[in-house]
């Protein structure tokens, strides 16, 4: 199994709602990321999770968390999101994070809709 | 930070040209990986090249890293080919897990 699946593909919600993302993983890989990618933009790295532990936070607002229960699985749960927040929110996995070769596999990504 | 840029943003070829992409970076880098994202957002990766030359099929890539900057190329273009190309670099030296990606080429390949 070669693949990250993101669930659901697409998700509207309005501004007082919580609702969360979905990821998974069968390759092995040790580390997970969420990207955020706006129209017509490049992804924005968000969160890394190494070994299931958060190492990186880009400064992401508080209204995003997210949650890694286990090696296979990358959650992100939403709250309080704005319209702004509307994007394609893209997860990733890698091989080993404390490898050089950190080579990103992306799954088809979930397309949220705040109204 | 580091800057990635890509050039040319847009690109128009009939099916069955070359072309090359372009990717320029501001520092020394421990991981680059070009990227194609088709019209449904997903990316599929296609090279992970910090420096040398990589083939696969009709693609093929080639990172001076002293120079920083690497090139992709298309040969014999189709109508498949469509879609965002990204350059995404990492100047960590010591894991390269927090990539950071150029502006994109546009490709659109007409029959």
């Known amino acids: 199994d070669t693949e990250v699946t993101q669930t659901p593909k697409h998700l509207v919600m309005g501004m007082t709602n919580k609702k969360s993302l979905k990821c998974e993983q069968h390759m092995g890989h040790r580390a997970m990321y969420w990207y955020k990618q706006k129209a017509k933009k490049p992804p924005e790295l968000m969160f890394v999770y190494s070994y299931e532990k958060l190492s990186i936070n880009e400064s992401v607002p508080s209204r995003f968390s997210p949650e890694c229960p286990n090696s296979s699985l990358l959650n992100l749960h939403l709250h309080a999101l704005q319209p702004e927040d509307s994007a394609l929110y893209l997860c990733?996995?890698?091989?080993?994070?404390?490898?050089?070769?950190?080579?990103?596999?992306f799954g088809a990504g979930s397309r949220l809709t705040v109204l | 930070g580091i800057q990635v840029e890509q050039s040319p943003p847009d690109l128009i070829l009939q099916e069955g040209a070359n072309s090359t992409l372009r990717c320029n970076f501001s520092d020394s880098v421990n991981n680059l990986q070009w990227f194609h994202q088709n019209p449904w957002g997903q990316l599929i990766n296609l090279f992970y090249?910090?420096?040398g030359t990589k083939q696969n099929g009709r693609l093929s890539a080639t990172t001076v890293a002293t120079e920083r900057y690497s090139l992709l190329y298309i040969s014999s273009s189709q109508t498949t080919d469509s879609g965002v190309y990204f350059c995404a670099v990492d100047p960590d030296m010591e894991y390269g897990n927090k990539l950071v990606f150029g502006a994109g080429t546009i490709l659109r390949v007409k029959s």
């Open positions: 090249i910090p420096s």
């Open positions: 990733a996995s890698s091989q080993d994070p404390r490898a050089g070769a950190n080579v990103l596999t």
